[in-house]
């Protein structure tokens, strides 16, 4: 460019350093009239950084040749979990698509179930949170067979696409679902409505979920975003290579924290604001028909129980997205790069986040069955008192045979006494 006229090499000129990035011309600080292009921050290497430096740089895909590749791979994979970061969500996932799976064919079978708008917004969560929980099935499977730090790849970039889209698809479509849930809570426990007027506005409670769903999917597909995770268990919304972000261009997924947030978070917060406010109001509301009733005394429970649903629904929603925006607080190339202690935090939180994060399904099939047991304990008892009585009147009725059978033999025993005198 230089030649070409291009460039004048001139003092705040940028110039085009590929995978480097976009570097501008400035004043050499160490000597005069002289101007440098800085390529990235200068790093002293001694014995307490050297090793974490070629892992940070295998990372990001400089581990040099075969040789050396296979060396980090064998060091690392080790330290940092990779087999079980792999395993486990396979077995959580099947737990929590079985439990979703039976819990949508439960309220299906029933014609009552499903004619009613909790019933089919339970169905929409439920199927939902399949489409996330085979995706953590699949694991490492779907991810590229070169990609580093990841036990049991078996893929290419086209099946961790895929991975990546319908995961996204079933957790933000999962998430608008459970602030349609607590809606629902609130409309009837808050505002009174009946099933009919509800029905009116069901359209909404569906189209808005799939809608965030399948836009913010098809959205991450076309800007190329859904990449193997830094140190996870799935294709998602990441940078490729790892950490490219701090001084490199990224291959894929430019950006990617940015998108994490506006295709995902930013949901979960507004869902989390949301939950606490409907929560509070329907509590609110309880408490004040929990005083009239004490006053005429009359019995309250049926509300009292619909607001503990509720706030269990709200629990189990919340408990698995606990562990995740943690660590993905904690795992960046900032901190990454400067504070060696992130690792262990990292390590640690990524195990709990690959037991408990694909048991949202599971959660749920708990929650529904809740009242569903208590009924089942009221039929059980019921059923002891009916055994129970039955078992007394036959009591009484072998007694008074036993009783009626003395007497006869009694009787027959003077009988023959006087016969024989």
Known sequence: KLVTGQLEGKIGETVNAGRLGTRQ????????????????????????????????????????????????????????KSKALAIIPKVTGTISFLCSLLLASYILSSRKRRSSVFGRIMVGLSISDMCSSAMWFLSTWPMPTNSWLHWGTAGTTRTCSAQGFFLQLGLCTATCYQATLLLYYFLTIVKQSRESQIKKWEIFFHVVPCSAGLGTSIAGLVLKLYNPSSRGSVCWISEYPAYCSKSLSCDRGQNAIMYQWWFLYVFVCLTFIWLIVALSTIFHKVRGVEKKARRFSHESGSSKDVAMQALLFTISYAIPWIWAPIKAGIDTADIIFTNPNADDAVIALSIVNVIIFPLQGFFNFLVYLRPRYGQVNTWVANIRVVVAVR???????????????????????????????
């Not at 050499?28 to 002289?34: F, G, L, M, W």
């Not at 050297?50 to 296979?70: I, K």
């Open 25 to 80: 011309i400035e004043a050499d600080p160490h000597r005069e009239n002289a101007l440098w292009i800085k390529l990235g921050d200068f790093i002293k290497y001694d014995e307490s950084n050297v090793e974490r430096a070629s892992f940070l740089e295998c990372l990001m895909g400089y581990c040099g040749n075969e040789e050396d590749t296979e060396f980090f791979h064998s060091k690392f994979r080790g330290k940092y």
């Open 391 to 421: 078992n007394c009147f036959k009591m009484k009725k072998s007694s008074s045979e036993k009783q009626a059978g003395d007497v006869t033999s009694s009787f027959e025993g003077n009988q023959t006494d006087v016969e024989m005198k």
